[in-house]
């Protein structure tokens, strides 16, 4: 019963900027990871970026410095923040919500296109 809902994918230009918006709904524990990954084609799904409910974050290091993770002030909603796009920064991304190891959900991913 818990729903991950994605938005804000689209295309832009390299060095340009993109925001990405993810609600998450249904029965959700007050403490939780969220995070988002993402995969391009022919690749394996990698962990681009995580922020706990405290507020902990980590991030890939092919985008530390260019990319944030935050919470909305809506219950469970959070959003991708990024700047500097290169190429390489063109994926599927999907909104992932977690209890630790054992526990996980999915969106349905959005797609990302950095091209001139």
């Known amino acids: 019963q818990v729903q991950l809902v994605e938005s804000g994918g689209g295309l832009v230009q390299p060095g340009g900027s993109l925001r990405l918006s993810c609600a998450a709904s249904?029965?959700?524990?007050?403490?939780?990871?969220m995070a988002w990954y993402r995969q391009a084609p022919g690749e394996q799904r990698e962990l681009v970026a995580t922020?706990?409910?405290?507020?902990?974050?980590n991030y890939a290091d092919s985008v530390k410095g260019r990319f944030t993770i935050s919470r909305g002030n809506a219950k469970n909603t959070v959003y991708l923040q990024m700047n500097s796009l290169k190429h390489e920064d063109t994926a599927v991304y999907y909104c992932?919500?977690?209890?630790?190891?054992?526990?996980?959900?999915w969106g349905k991913g959005t797609l990302v296109t950095v091209s001139s």
């Open positions: 992932n919500l977690r209890y630790g190891d054992s526990t996980t959900y």
């Open positions: 922020i706990t409910t405290g507020g902990s974050t």
């Open positions: 249904g029965r959700i524990f007050s403490i939780n990871t």
